[in-house]
């Protein structure tokens, strides 16, 4: 599959087949997360697997609905999944110089947040490689972070940014309408 077919084909699932996902398989999409950009080339991604049926209800009991009374779409897809990866970012590297003294200023004004961008780019990355293999992946990141990070054991200086069902998908959703590039790109400067 070349990247554009890829990148236009891919979508969030969230309903997934009970096949499991081979040790080989994952370790394909893992490849594909090892080889994003990053910071400095900090890689201050980490991924902890989850394949425990209860950890993975455990996880999903964290998520939080889009408004009160609602759950989250994707609840059931963090239970069912096959394959729940928790992506997480080590703090404290990305946005960061390697090698000066004091590690403790930021070298941008994105501060440690930079390891959002990093951590997004690994598990896009992931996300593509999945799809092009013929698995589904969304990303759920609406969830008491907090919670779900002691669940997995996270120590202090790593956050969970967001969970990511993986399997072979049960559902075929439709294209959801873009934007034109008319519409989100200027020239020279914003209007």
Known sequence: MDVMEAIKGRRSIRKYGDKPVNDET?????????????????????FVIVRDKETKSRLADTLKGTRPGRANPATEAVRGAPVVIAACAERGLSGYYK????????????G????????????????????ALGLGTVHTG?????AAGKILGLPQNVTLLELVPLGWPDEQ???????????????????
Not at 99 to 110: F, H, N, Q, V, Y
Not at 117 to 131: E, G, K, R
């Open 173 to 191: 959703p439709a294209p959801r309408p873009r934007k034109e590039t008319s519409e989100f790109v200027f020239n020279e400067k914003y209007p």
């Open 99 to 110: 090698g000066e003294d004091d590690m403790s200023l930021p070298a941008t004004d994105k």
């Open 112 to 131: 440690d947040y930079w390891y959002m961008f990093d951590v997004a780019l690994a598990v896009h990355n992931l996300s593509l490689a999945a799809h």
């Open 26 to 46: 994952l370790q394909i999409l893992l490849e594909a997360a090892r080889w994003a950009p990053s910071w400095a080339n900090t890689q201050c991604w980490r």
């Open 142 to 146: 609406l969830m008491d972070a907090a």
